[in-house]
């Protein structure tokens, strides 16, 4: 079975400082693994996706995620915030056939100026 | 990346009426469509998952008489609320996945309120 842990509900940072918003999977299989972004009242775009390629994954708006499969993480990384980036996050892992995609419960990032 | 697109993005309705919410895939064939309900400051919560040209199938709690799900092309799916309440009244997103890529694309969400 799949699941997901954003181990932080509310993540608060200072605009130009590093991003860290993280996620704890639990998969049977070798998973595929996302992040999502989501503004007030609007869907969710996709900012980067892990499929067992590089570890390292490069997303848009300059994030990026790291699959560490010993550590059953993919926590998603910005080097300095921007105000733009107020938003909920969300990490999803997918069953290998790709039908069930699992939800974290999401983390609400906030940027001071 | 690819487009999905949800109309309309808010609607009003009266307590008893129904409320249909599309979901297109603008530019590439949608083989499965999923619709979720948002509750404010939570996560998606899955409603039901509808491949073309077969039922949906929904998610348990999930009333099929009440939310009514049609997929009838590879770029249309639509749901509908019939004879809506004021508890019914949500945030409604859409998303699709492709046949040949893993991750889901999502539409802007249909905001309804039941008065």
């Known amino acids: 079975a799949q699941s997901v842990t954003q181990l932080d509900s509310h993540v608060s940072v200072s605009e130009g400082t590093p991003v860290l918003l993280r996620c704890n999977y639990s998969?049977?299989?070798?998973?595929?693994l996302f992040w999502y972004v989501q503004h007030p009242n609007k869907g969710l775009q996709l900012l980067l996706k892990?499929?067992?390629?590089?570890?390292l994954v490069k997303g848009i708006n300059g994030f990026e995620a790291e699959f560490k499969k010993s550590e059953t993480s993919f926590h998603l990384t910005k080097p300095s915030a921007h105000m733009s980036d107020a938003a909920e996050y969300f990490c999803?892992?997918?069953?290998?056939?790709?039908?069930?995609?699992?939800f974290g419960t999401g983390t609400s990032l906030t940027v001071i100026p | 990346g690819a487009v999905v697109s949800q109309h309309p993005s808010r609607v009003i309705c009266k307590s008893g009426t129904s409320v249909k919410i599309e979901c297109r895939s603008l530019d590439f064939q949608a083989t499965t469509m999923f619709w979720y309900r948002q509750f404010p400051k939570k996560s998606l919560m899955l409603m039901a998952t509808s491949n073309e040209g077969s039922k949906a199938t929904y998610e348990q709690g999930v009333e099929k008489d009440k939310f009514l799900i049609n997929h009838a092309s590879l770029t249309l799916s639509t749901l509908t609320v019939t004879s809506a309440h004021p508890e019914d009244s949500s945030f409604y997103i859409c998303?699709?996945?492709?046949?040949?890529?893993?991750?889901?694309?999502f539409g802007e969400g249909s905001r309804l309120t039941v008065l």
């Open positions: 999803v892992v997918s069953d290998p056939s790709g039908n069930q995609f699992y």
């Open positions: 892990y499929t067992s390629a590089a570890t």
């Open positions: 998303s699709a996945r492709g046949k040949t890529s893993g991750e889901l694309f």
């Open positions: 998969s049977s299989y070798s998973p595929s």
